[in-house]
């Protein structure tokens, strides 16, 4: 398929652009243990979702300036040359490129590794039928994460000025959302040549391999639980994972949570491996997915800083900047607190924040307010624990 195809370039385009980011720190991260030493896997997994954060980000902006799709990924692939020299060859030792090929080949199977690949290849074939025999049927993408695609991929019913009617695509239900899928589906449809129903949808493959990876690399890292006949803990964190029922129509539905999910698990792995800037990037991913991540990610984020800073017991906020060197008679270095190093990471979401604010978008759908009843957490309790259709409480423990 050549929306597959073109997913893959886009993919690799967006790891170059993310890999010249993942090793940049402006905080110095404290000596990690080995344990905590972030895994070179993972580190190109946060860069794909870097990349891709930043290339919509760009892409925003330069058709702020009036360019075209075309102009923009063209500009992309010019800036994609000189960063992949930088990546390959500058960096290639910070950031472990090599070391991808020096996995062991040689892999022990358990009973546990067998049922999560059973798992994983029924998920895939089951995506792969709806991609198939079925078209694009969820409200969500076919009024706004499709739809708002398709207007931006071919310029109808689209405008970027404010006294239009179609402003951000208005007509097409709500202009208050945020723009990182439909930019990502209209760059793809860009490159792809075309529009069809499956554009919207086949980046949700993207973002389930990369959670699917993410959680178990992680879960692999952090854990002693390998050997002695039990499953190892990475296993037991996927079959958790899979067993969310509605995972599968998520994938191929088109929606934006699996996206936002892996933004927001990104987030929590950076600030566990202490890659703080990092992990202000990928929160700010997360409020480019959804307005959800102005909200929720930033409160749990702020939790996950909190709990950093009490178990280190190190600065954590102030002061912002400070002047620090290595050794007595080495030049002055500058370097940020751990809060300044997650802020400098989320301000690259400014250009977007300043639209919003500008033009007044709403953070609910139709300017709805939000309000907190009392009455509601019983219901949330609830639905946490023994709701069927998700396993979010019993995931989160695992």
């Keep these: ?217 992680t879960a692999r890292s952090f854990s002693s639980l390998t050997n002695r006949g039990l499953p190892s803990a990475a296993n037991i964190s996927l079959m958790a994972y899979f067993s969310c029922l509605i995972l599968p129509w998520h994938i191929a539905g088109g929606n934006a949570d699996l996206a936002y999910s892996s933004f927001l698990l990104a987030s929590v792995i950076a600030a566990l491996n202490s890659q703080l800037f990092l992990a202000g990037l990928l929160l700010a991913g997360c409020a480019w997915t959804k307005n959800d991540g102005l909200v929720l990610a930033t409160l749990s984020m702020s939790i996950a800083m909190i709990a950093i800073m009490i178990s280190t017991g190190s600065s954590f906020a102030w002061p912002l900047i400070q002047k620090t060197k290595t050794t007595p008679n080495s030049r002055t270095c500058i370097r940020c607190s751990k809060l300044a190093s997650v802020l400098l990471g989320g301000l690259t979401l400014l250009p977007w924040l300043i639209f919003r604010q500008r033009h007044q978008l709403a953070l609910a759908p139709d300017r709805e307010g939000l309000h907190w009843h009392f009455d509601s957490l019983p219901q949330v309790i609830s639905e946490l624990l023994w709701n069927p259709t998700h396993g979010f409480f019993w995931v989160t423990l695992v």
Aim: charged share 10%; glycine share 6%; net charge negative.
């Design 1 to 217: 398929m050549i929306e597959l195809a073109m997913l893959l370039v886009m993919t690799l385009m967006a790891w170059i652009l993310g890999s010249s980011v993942v090793s940049f720190d402006p905080g110095g991260r404290d000596a990690p243990t080995s344990d905590q030493q972030p895994d070179t896997l993972v580190n190109h997994l946060l860069a794909i979702l870097v990349g891709l954060y930043l290339q919509t980000l760009l892409t925003f902006c330069l058709s702020l300036c009036g360019l075209s799709l075309s102009q923009i990924l063209a500009v992309i692939s010019v800036l994609t040359i000189p960063l992949a020299w930088h990546a390959f060859v500058l960096h290639r030792h910070a950031f472990g490129f090599g070391l991808l090929l020096s996995y062991p080949m040689k892999w022990r199977w358990k009973i546990s590794d067998v049922i999560v690949a059973l798992f994983f290849i029924e998920t895939v074939c089951f995506c792969a039928w709806q991609f198939s025999s079925m078209p694009l049927y969820f409200e969500d993408p076919l009024f706004h994460w499709g739809t708002r695609a398709r207007e931006l991929y071919s310029d109808v019913n689209w405008s970027w000025e404010a006294q239009s009617p179609h402003f951000l695509g208005n007509t097409s239900w709500n202009r208050h959302y945020p723009l990182f899928l439909p930019l990502l589906r209209a760059q793809l449809a860009t490159m792809v040549g075309s529009w069809n129903d499956l554009i919207p949808r086949i980046d949700g493959l993207l973002f389930f391999v990369i959670n699917v990876l993410l959680i178990g690399q």
